[in-house]
């Protein structure tokens, strides 16, 4: 009975791995979008084929629906809360106030904000104010989730939902003309709120900046379940508690859906949206946490761990130098290598794609081996 607990049980003070594979294969994903992967896989030859609707599970929906890629961000938010408690506790052990923790946060997050326009201005290619990027999100996520640390988690899941409230009361009532549908592409609140913050709005995309408002519901539920993790009761229960919550939330969220109380729209982050992907979020944490801390079936995580241990960094660079310059620079050798077989257009943006991904991860592993993290 007793070697039966002692598997059961996973030490609060050693590193959670499951913490670093899910953040590792949330950033894997990202990186991988940067190179152009996930576009190439659904053009010709397989477009149209039976593969296509697989590959289409990495682009977002066009609007209302749900589909794999609409997972990545609210992942990334959700992990980004679970490794709050973590880091805020170690900080404490190292003897820093919480002043210093809190003066930490803020400047951080306004380095978040910061990166999440720079990224814009890359993008235009020109100085632009837009505040779309999951990194400007996060900025606000963080500080709400932070201040609402050091309340119980039954009030922090409460806040949670009062956030979700809010916003369906806004987008629910506001009267403006032109902006009073609720879910409807470009006529809503929140593109009227893009007005009032940017003087745009997401003209295509339908993208609004006020997501940040619902979502930090995302980062709020991964601090209450990186408080679970950390704290000092048995890994079965923990697992229980992620399992349990995870799967009412989800099924709250299709519900909605289903019932077409709320539609799933991930681009202005409806409630409904906002409970389905948490509890896709739950439910993936609770899987990883049985998988690699509790049955310690971890060999194969490595790969993704690593990329995990410079999150911003890879994000950034894959978005800016990646996107911007090393995806031609390796472009030039790869197809110019295949065109001397007469290689097909798919197959050198393939290989390029991949190539791209498997230098960037190189990248990774030269940073982890020298022992170079980048923090924020």
């Given at each position: 009975?007793?070697?039966?607990?002692?598997?059961?049980?996973?030490?609060?003070?050693?590193?959670?791995?499951?913490?670093?594979?899910?953040?590792?294969?949330?950033?894997?994903?990202?990186?991988?979008?940067?190179?152009?992967?996930?576009?190439?896989?659904?053009?010709?030859?397989?477009?149209?084929?039976?593969?296509?609707?697989?590959?289409?599970?990495?682009?977002?929906?066009?609007?209302?629906?749900?589909?794999?890629?609409?997972?990545?961000?609210?992942?990334?938010?959700?992990?980004?809360?679970?490794?709050?408690?973590?880091?805020?506790?170690?900080?404490?052990?190292?003897?820093?106030?919480?002043?210093?923790?809190?003066?930490?946060?803020?400047?951080?997050?306004?380095?978040?904000?910061?990166?999440?326009?720079?990224?814009?201005?890359?993008?235009?290619?020109?100085?632009?104010?837009?505040?779309?990027?999951?990194?400007?999100?996060?900025?606000?996520?963080?500080?709400?989730?932070?201040?609402?640390?050091?309340?119980?988690?039954?009030?922090?899941?409460?806040?949670?939902?009062?956030?979700?409230?809010?916003?369906?009361?806004?987008?629910?009532?506001?009267?403006?003309?032109?902006?009073?549908?609720?879910?409807?592409?470009?006529?809503?609140?929140?593109?009227?709120?893009?007005?009032?913050?940017?003087?745009?709005?997401?003209?295509?995309?339908?993208?609004?900046?006020?997501?940040?408002?619902?979502?930090?519901?995302?980062?709020?539920?991964?601090?209450?379940?990186?408080?679970?993790?950390?704290?000092e009761k048995p890994a079965?229960?923990?697992?229980?508690?992620?399992?349990?919550?995870?799967?009412?939330?989800?099924?709250?969220?299709?519900?909605?859906?289903?019932?077409?109380?709320?539609?799933?729209?991930?681009?202005?982050?409806?409630?409904?949206?906002?409970?389905?992907?948490g509890g896709w979020s739950?439910?993936?944490?609770?899987?990883?946490?049985?998988?690699?801390?509790?049955?310690?079936?971890?060999?194969?995580?490595?790969?993704?761990?690593?990329?995990?241990?410079?999150?911003?960094?890879?994000?950034?660079?894959?978005?800016?130098?990646?996107?911007?310059?090393?995806?031609?620079?390796?472009?030039?050798?790869?197809?110019?290598?295949?065109?001397?077989?007469?290689?097909?257009?798919?197959?050198?943006?393939?290989?390029?794609?991949?190539?791209?991904?498997?230098?960037?991860?190189?990248?990774?592993?030269?940073?982890?081996?020298?022992?170079?993290?980048?923090?924020?």
């Amino acid at each position: 009975m007793n070697q039966k607990n002692q598997k059961e049980t996973v030490p609060t003070g050693t590193r959670l791995l499951s913490l670093d594979f899910f953040r590792g294969i949330t950033m894997f994903l990202l990186v991988a979008e940067g190179t152009a992967l996930w576009s190439v896989l659904t053009k010709d030859p397989i477009s149209g084929t039976f593969l296509e609707p697989f590959f289409r599970q990495f682009h977002h929906h066009p609007w209302a629906g749900l589909r794999f890629w609409d997972l990545v961000q609210p992942f990334f938010m959700f992990i980004v809360g679970v490794a709050m408690p973590f880091s805020y506790a170690k900080r404490r052990r190292r003897g820093d106030s919480k002043q210093k923790i809190t003066w930490h946060i803020i400047q951080r997050c306004l380095l978040l904000l910061a990166f999440g326009v720079g990224l814009h201005c890359g993008y235009r290619r020109e100085l632009v104010w837009e505040l779309w990027n999951v990194l400007s999100q996060l900025s606000v996520t963080i500080i709400i989730a932070y201040f609402l640390m050091r309340y119980k988690p039954s009030i922090q899941i409460i806040v949670s939902f009062g956030l979700l409230l809010l916003t369906e009361i806004l987008y629910r009532t506001f009267p403006l003309e032109g902006y009073n549908q609720p879910f409807v592409k470009d006529h809503n609140f929140g593109s009227w709120m893009d007005m009032v913050l940017m003087g745009k709005i997401n003209r295509g995309g339908g993208w609004v900046a006020i997501n940040f408002i619902p979502t930090a519901a995302h980062t709020i539920w991964g601090v209450v379940a990186g408080q679970l993790l950390l704290s000092e009761k048995p890994a079965g229960e923990k697992l229980k508690k992620l399992v349990i919550g995870g799967l009412l939330i989800l099924a709250a969220g299709y519900l909605l859906h289903w019932t077409s109380v709320t539609p799933i729209i991930k681009r202005i982050s409806t409630s409904s949206f906002v409970l389905a992907s948490g509890g896709w979020s739950l439910l993936v944490l609770a899987l990883s946490y049985w998988f690699i801390d509790i049955k310690k079936i971890n060999r194969w995580i490595f790969p993704f761990v690593i990329v995990g241990m410079n999150p911003i960094f890879i994000y950034l660079f894959s978005n800016t130098v990646g996107g911007q310059w090393f995806n031609g620079f390796v472009g030039i050798f790869t197809k110019g290598f295949l065109s001397w077989f007469n290689a097909p257009e798919f197959l050198m943006a393939l290989v390029t794609s991949l190539t791209v991904l498997a230098l960037e991860w190189l990248l990774c592993y030269y940073l982890y081996r020298k022992r170079i993290f980048f923090k924020i």
